[in-house]
């Protein structure tokens, strides 16, 4: 569940059309982790990827978002995991997650 990323669109994406809308992951804001370092950033990073695709139509820099998300779940991590958070099977904090898909993101642009 902390992967989904979601949107309350204003109508219908349409390819070269901006779409306004409410981005936000599924789960919504978690504020009974708030503050803990626990909640999986994913789904909220991956809904600033469908901003950028449906409201500003920068389909580029969507798909280096979902590429960086995508390269930072299948590093090989103590144990053979993945780069993740504790409810995904990892050890990794909100701030550690979100750091090391800015730091892939960066090489993609």
Do not use: W
């Not at 998300?69 to 550690?96: H, P």
């Amino acid at each position: 569940m902390g992967l989904l990323p979601s949107a309350s669109l204003a109508g219908a994406p349409e390819k070269g059309k901006r779409c306004p809308g409410l981005y936000e992951p599924i789960h919504g804001s978690a504020p009974d982790i708030a503050g803990q370092g626990i909640a999986n950033p994913i789904g909220t990073i991956l809904s600033v990827a469908m901003l950028l695709r449906y409201s500003f139509g920068l389909e580029k820099e969507a798909q280096a978002v979902e590429a960086a998300v995508r390269k930072v779940l299948d590093a090989e991590d103590i144990g053979g995991l993945g780069f993740r958070t504790k409810d995904l099977a990892g050890d990794k904090s909100t701030k550690e997650i979100g750091d090391k898909i800015v730091e892939v993101l960066k090489t993609k642009l």
